[in-house]
């Protein structure tokens, strides 16, 4: 199912987390899209991105994500939202994570919306202050 509004992609993107999809996934990337894996590590396209999430959605996992902020200009937009991770890696170690995005969409010719840069740390890093 596409994103029919920019708040959508990150909900969709939880839905193809918690199923452990990462087709559906790489569904809400354009092809040229940048994912910044860690900070500091940006990879870019499709198979690059696919290689970064094939790990992380293959755990056993909890992932919960809400969108604090959109800021829509003509067809693209700039989200923040929350998320935390809670899960377990193969060898039983208990990972807890969370940050603030700063993700930017852009809406497509068919009217849905795909991300463009996906940061799951962007709004963490010192590069945007806690407006909330």
């Known amino acids: 199912m596409p994103a029919r509004t920019p708040e959508e992609v990150p909900r969709l993107f939880a839905a193809a987390f918690g199923a452990h999809d990462v ?3 790489l569904m809400l ?3 040229g899209a940048t994912l910044i894996a860690q900070p500091g590590h940006a990879v870019t396209g499709t198979e690059a991105i696919r ?3 094939g790990g992380l959605l293959a755990l056993e996992s909890e992932f919960v994500i809400e969108v604090k902020k959109a800021f829509q200009v003509g067809d693209v937009a700039l989200l923040f939202s ?3 991770l809670s899960a377990a890696t193969p ?3 208990h990972i807890e994570m969370g940050g603030r995005t ?3 969409v852009r ?3 068919d009217g849905s919306w ?3 840069i996906d940061d799951p740390f962007g709004a963490d890093h010192g590069f945007a202050q806690d407006a909330a």
């Open 29 to 31: 990337y354009e092809p």
């Open 51 to 53: 290689e970064a999430l």
């Open 114 to 116: 795909l991300l463009v």
């Open 82 to 84: 929350d998320w935390t």
């Open 107 to 109: 809406r497509q010719p």
């Open 23 to 25: 087709e559906a996934a």
């Open 91 to 93: 060898d039983g170690q």
């Open 102 to 104: 700063a993700d930017v």
